[in-house]
């Protein structure tokens, strides 16, 4: 009588029990693309951001860096693609039609998916606005590949996979995500995650311009008029210099009143955590962190904000983060450059008295140079 035989141990989960198997036709797509972002004849600085980063990946892949153009044929277009090679570009991609001359999903996400299957990129980065958040999620479905959203991170591992890196948890984790058997390996980006590169001139490379098979019958959506948001909020959080923000910490909503003054003294924007959007205290537009805006201003002072990773994530960039908290063992004190442990609703007025006396109104505009 034979033995039974034993039962199998189960496999180890995670990324190490998966074996990548690149089908045969996924092989041929090489090459590192950024999609860039144009509205109203402006190209989205994360473009450019995404334009230094794709370098290093591509440097790191040993393949090209292209930027990716759509839109109408003219100045705008053509100005874009000039810009692309001054941040790095070694070649882009054109499509001028005037099916693209303003943003709809259908006809960017067609124009964008025949452009991929034309000329298989192996990775595409977009940026995590409105327009590109909209664009990658359904460029990503019709493509039928993975999409990581909100990346903090990338890069590429030993077998040439694109890691990409973004907090799960409601910020308490950071978790690292492949897209082992399909392709391109897609991911978007927020405003400020990654740091500007620097602008070197340039004349234009080479420019592979596509005509698309589109036509505008094809498209259901038909653009009326343009009418811009006049409510839509004036804060510059993303590109300030300098940022002075609030948290729980600071006990009221007539408390945060001083980290408004103080920002005033300073010529400085302000901002706040999460929980102060979530109480109502301030509006969603000032909020900072990995669910609210991303920051790389030279300074940052932060008054009662705890530190979760939700905030760290999103001003880890700054190139001088001043924390303000009765607590010395708050995380923020963990990443920030200065610490100073007092009670932030003492400590404001007279800090903000402070720089009243010392900066001009001329000065003020002068404090982060």
């Not at 299957?117 to 327009?131: C, F, Q, R, S, W």
């Not at 400590?347 to 003020?364: C, G």
């Amino acid at each position: 009588m034979s033995e039974p035989k034993k039962p199998q141990a189960p496999a180890a989960g995670g990324r190490a029990s998966t074996k990548k198997e690149l089908p045969e036709h996924f092989k041929a797509y090489k090459h590192v693309w950024v999609f860039i972002e144009q509205e109203r004849g402006q190209v989205h600085p994360v473009s450019w951001e995404l334009m230094g980063e794709g370098r290093k990946l591509a440097d790191k892949l040993k393949v090209e860096l292209a930027a990716v153009v759509l839109g109408a044929e003219g100045e705008t277009v053509r100005g874009a693609v000039a810009e692309a090679f001054c941040y790095g570009a070694d070649l882009v991609y054109v499509a001028a039609d005037p099916v693209l001359a303003d943003y709809r999903n259908e006809a960017y996400t067609a124009a964008m998916t025949e452009l991929v299957n034309t000329y298989k990129p192996e990775i595409l980065l977009l940026g995590a606005t409105t327009l590109g958040r909209d664009l990658a999620g359904a460029v990503a479905t019709t493509l039928l590949t993975g999409l990581t959203a909100d990346s903090t991170e990338l890069d590429v591992d030993a077998d040439g996979s694109l890691a990409a890196t973004r907090p799960t948890f409601g910020g308490s984790l950071l978790c690292t995500i492949y897209t082992l058997n399909y392709r391109p390996q897609m991911a978007t980006v927020r405003p400020r995650v990654m740091a500007m590169p620097e602008r070197v001139e340039k004349p234009v490379g080479r420019v592979v311009e596509h005509k698309l098979s589109l036509q505008e019958a094809d498209i259901v959506t038909k653009i009326l008029s343009f009418l811009p948001d006049r409510d839509s909020s004036k804060s510059n959080l993303a590109y300030a210099d300098v940022v002075v923000a609030g948290g729980m910490g600071l006990g009221s909503p007539e408390n945060f009143q001083l980290v408004r003054q103080l920002a005033a003294a300073m010529g400085a924007e302000f901002g706040c955590s999460r929980p102060l959007v979530q109480k109502g205290w301030v509006t969603s537009d000032r909020q900072i962190g990995q669910t609210g805006k991303t920051i790389r201003p030279r300074l940052y002072i932060a008054a009662g904000i705890s530190g979760a990773i939700q905030h760290r994530v999103g001003v880890e960039g700054a190139d001088l983060i001043v924390a303000i908290n009765t607590d010395k063992n708050a995380p923020i004190m963990d990443f920030a450059h200065v610490g100073i442990v007092t009670d932030a609703i003492r400590f404001l007025p007279m800090l903000t008295e402070a720089f009243k006396r010392r900066l001009s109104p001329h000065s003020r505009d002068k404090l982060a140079s």
